[in-house]
């Protein structure tokens, strides 16, 4: 879940139902994403989530950091983990 604040705010548009996640090999991992707005506004980011969590073990507690192209409407993500 992501809050719509920041950089999500910066980087999605609450229109968005799908997320292409690209780390660091260059995996790809398709996302479904939903705007909500109870009880406050955010993102929950699921379906391919999951299973990139678990392929690259990432626990709570794990550093990850997240970019995108440009500011606006972006379909992809980029992400890496700095540290477990």
């Not at 379906?47 to 972006?74: C, E, P, Q, T």
């Amino acid at each position: 879940m992501l809050a719509d604040v920041g950089f999500s705010q910066l980087a999605l548009h609450p229109g968005i139902t799908s997320l292409k996640m690209v780390d660091e090999c260059g995996n790809k991992w398709m996302c479904m994403v939903t705007y909500a707005t109870v009880p406050y506004a955010h993102y929950n980011i699921g379906d391919g989530f999951k299973r990139m969590l678990d392929a690259r073990r990432i626990r709570r507690g794990s550093y990850v950091m997240f970019g995108a192209s440009f500011a606006g409407y972006n379909d992809t993500f980029y992400f890496r983990v700095i540290c477990f």
